[in-house]
């Protein structure tokens, strides 16, 4: 079964607050797929994940070395960013990080399908006026489900 949920988030603040929310419920081998065009928010949204893990180092797009690595105690975060192995060999071990000891947050999951498992929480962004993101999520992870109840938009002052 699956489960969705639509959110709007008015501003930057609101998205990363989501993904705070979110990663109080990532756990060791969660897949995260982002999907969205650029500049939609995938990373900002991994900026996110790793504010709410307690991750000090700043995350910048790994675009260029397509794997970052944030080692952390409460939990390691791997940001995979596949934008550039669109047409590429892609046998370059990434498997270690994906079902890993980790989270790991993938942005342009579609160029890797074949790591993809099939368990996994897509967080799809979309762009609409006025800096708004139409943020949809989307899990077959049973155990997340109850993450769906509570995801809410909190107000920026709150
Ligand atoms: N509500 C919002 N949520 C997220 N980002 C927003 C929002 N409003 C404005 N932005 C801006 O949009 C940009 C999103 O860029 P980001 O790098 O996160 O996109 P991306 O989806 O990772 O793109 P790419 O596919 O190029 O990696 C940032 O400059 C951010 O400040
Ligand atoms: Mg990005």
């Avoid at 995350?59 to 047409?87: G, M, Q, W």
């Avoid at 368990?119 to 155990?143: A, G, M």
Wanted: aromatic letters at 10%; proline letters at 3%.
């Amino acid at each position: 079964m699956n489960k969705t949920l639509t959110l709007i988030a008015n501003n930057e603040q609101q998205t990363i607050d989501l993904a705070i929310q979110v990663s109080k419920y990532c756990y060791p081998g969660l897949v995260i797929c982002l999907t969205g065009d650029l500049g939609a928010g995938k990373t900002t949204f991994v900026k996110g994940l790793a504010k709410g893990l307690d991750i000090k180092e700043k995350v910048l797009s790994p675009t260029f070395n397509i794997l970052k690595c944030y080692f952390n105690k409460t939990l390691n975060l791997y940001h995979i960013d596949a934008y550039r192995l669109e047409d590429t060999n892609k046998d370059i071990g990434l498997e270690e990080y994906i079902d890993g000891d980790g989270v790991c947050a993938i942005e342009w999951p579609q160029y890797i399908e074949e790591y993809i498992p099939s368990h996994i929480l897509t967080i799809e962004l979309l762009s609409l006026p006025n800096n708004s993101r139409q943020i949809t999520f989307t899990t077959n992870i049973e155990k997340l489900f109850i993450m769906f109840d509570n995801l809410t938009i909190r107000k920026d002052d709150d």
